[in-house]
């Protein structure tokens, strides 16, 4: 019986994070390319970890903070995978280091434009979006 309370309890921990926060994210890397062609945008990707905590800090952080989930939502076509659960496209293999969370900015033909390494607060994050996107449109 301990077993099975442990690992109910174990298995709601692993769920208990709201990955998605605010943002509108892909259901896939394909869907996220189609869409980002369509609309002159980059893919957002973002590489995290199940039991990472600076991964866990973005969702329940920055991805909630209503400024930077706005706009992630209005300039980027965001997708979302955990390395630990997820089998990430091979494009996506291509540019992941392994390091959590990874933020990778992806042109819609594949091509790599950016990318980053770590979790940041909120002001800091939006500034990174801001500028990434600024150099895009350019």
């Not at 819609?108 to 500034?127: D, Q, T």
């Amino acid at each position: 019986m301990r077993k099975v309370v442990a690992f109910v309890v174990f298995f709601a921990f692993l769920f208990a994070i709201d990955w998605a926060g605010k943002v509108n994210w892909a259901m896939s890397y394909d869907l996220a390319k189609q869409i980002a062609s369509k609309e002159h945008k980059l893919v957002m990707v973002d590489i995290g970890l199940t039991r990472c905590p600076p991964c866990q800090y973005l969702a329940t952080k920055v991805y909630t903070d209503d400024k930077v989930a706005n706009y992630i939502n209005s300039h980027f076509v965001p997708v979302f995978y955990l390395a630990d659960r997820d089998n990430l496209p091979i494009e996506v293999q291509t540019y992941f280091t392994g390091s959590t969370p990874t933020i990778l900015f992806v042109k819609p033909n594949g091509e790599l434009f950016y990318s980053f390494i770590g979790a940041r607060p909120p002001k800091v994050f939006l500034k990174i979006l801001e500028d990434v996107n600024k150099r895009y449109q350019k």
